[in-house]
């Protein structure tokens, strides 16, 4: 399941500096995050820290990319392999 940004985004910021995979970048009008890189924080920590320090609310699991927590953790391996 990755993390998907809704167009509620008030374009802080603050989620970017706070994912360790570094999933979430500015887009043409919001935040977006890279589904091939979110692991919903999976193999760093136990929630989501976009979701935390998300002051509005706008990131939820994205619908069209659903995972099961070893898939996250497959990929999370896959990302961290070569650190």
Do not use: R, S, W
Not at 4 to 14: F, H, M, P, S
Not at 28 to 36: A, D, G, L, S
Not at 45 to 69: G, L, R, Y
């Amino acid at each position: 399941m990755a993390m998907i940004i809704t167009d509620e985004c008030l374009n802080c910021a603050v989620c970017e500096l706070e994912c360790p995979n570094n999933a979430i970048y500015q887009g043409e009008e919001i935040y977006e995050i890279n589904f091939n890189l979110c692991t919903e924080c999976v193999g760093h920590f136990n929630e989501p820290q976009c979701v935390e320090v998300c002051a509005v609310d706008c990131i939820m699991i994205d619908p069209a990319h659903i995972e099961t927590k070893e898939a996250l953790q497959t990929k999370y391996d896959k990302i961290t392999e070569d650190n």
